[in-house]
Structures are given as C-alpha cells and as structure tokens.
C-alpha cells in the first residue's frame, strides 16, 4: 500500500472532502448530498479553527478519508468536549483498517488539547462502524437526538 498521511485538512483538500460528503450523504438516512452545502460548511470550518478542525486521511497523496471534530463546552464535563462528524473512508478504501487509524488520531489530538470526551452519532442501521467504534471506546448513552431544522 502506499504512504498513508493523516494530519489537518487545507484548502487544497476542499474538493475531495466535499466528493467524500457526497459519498457519505448517499449512505445516511437524515441527509442529501448538497455540494455547496457541504462546501460551504467545510469552507466554515477551515476559516474559523476554534469551531474544530477537519482531518483528512491520504494515501499516495490523495485524500481517501476525513472526518470533522467540532469543539464545543460541556457544562457537564466542565471542560471542552469535540463532536466528532463526518467519519468517513472512500469505498475503495475500506477494510483496510484505514477508518480506525484516522479516528484513532482524532481522538489523540482532541486528548492533547484537553478535551474530556469525544462525542458521535451514527445510523442506527450502521453495525459495521458501531462494532468499530465500540472497539475504540465508544459506547452507546441514554440521550436521544432531536433536531429541529431553522428557517
């Protein structure tokens, strides 16, 4: 296999990771793929790092993963937490253990900058990353999500 990188996303990797949240969006039940949307909202991320920051996985140099880590407050912690979103593998690249490495260092970079827990959500119906997660740690909580859309 050739060299695997992980480290913090750059403008440069903007594109792949918007493809990459196409890709994801097909999977998941609550979303659409929407291009500009999801460009918009890297676009955020990238520009304002205090939000959190986006982690892209390479192999060969091209960007074949990522995953957002979003820094938020826990009252009940009394700490910074990271919510960690957009946990993804290219098809072509899964099974490879390459998903776990990437969340793996996720989690040593939100320790690093003292965060007390990493929080995430997935699918109900997505056993293979819940087996993975749980591997790493993860366990399932008592809280349910709700949203409510914003006009």
């Given at each position: 296999?050739?060299?695997?990188?992980?480290?913090?996303?750059?403008?440069?990797?903007?594109?792949?990771?918007?493809?990459?949240?196409?890709?994801?969006?097909?999977?998941?039940?609550?979303?659409?793929?929407?291009?500009?949307?999801?460009?918009?909202?890297?676009?955020?991320?990238?520009?304002?790092?205090?939000?959190?920051?986006?982690?892209?996985?390479?192999?060969?140099?091209?960007?074949?993963?990522?995953?957002?880590?979003?820094?938020?407050?826990?009252?009940?912690?009394?700490?910074?937490?990271?919510?960690?979103?957009?946990?993804?593998v290219s098809a072509h690249y899964r099974?490879?253990?390459?998903?776990?490495?990437?969340?793996?260092?996720?989690?040593?970079?939100?320790?690093?900058?003292?965060?007390?827990?990493?929080?995430?959500?997935?699918?109900?119906?997505?056993?293979?990353?819940?087996?993975t997660y749980g591997r790493l740690g993860?366990?399932?909580?008592?809280?349910?999500?709700?949203?409510?859309?914003?006009?």
């Amino acid at each position: 296999m050739p060299d695997i990188a992980i480290g913090f996303a750059t403008p440069a990797d903007l594109e792949a990771m918007t493809g990459l949240l196409s890709e994801l969006f097909t999977q998941e039940a609550d979303f659409q793929p929407q291009p500009e949307k999801q460009r918009r909202g890297l676009q955020l991320i990238l520009d304002n790092p205090a939000l959190g920051r986006l982690f892209v996985l390479k192999v060969g140099g091209q960007v074949a993963g990522m995953a957002n880590g979003l820094v938020t407050v826990s009252t009940a912690e009394g700490a910074l937490v990271m919510l960690l979103e957009d946990v993804i593998v290219s098809a072509h690249y899964r099974g490879q253990g390459l998903g776990r490495r990437l969340i793996e260092h996720v989690i040593a970079w939100a320790r690093e900058e003292g965060m007390a827990r990493v929080t995430l959500l997935t699918d109900a119906d997505n056993y293979r990353a819940q087996a993975t997660y749980g591997r790493l740690g993860f366990s399932l909580s008592a809280m349910r999500v709700m949203r409510r859309p914003l006009p």
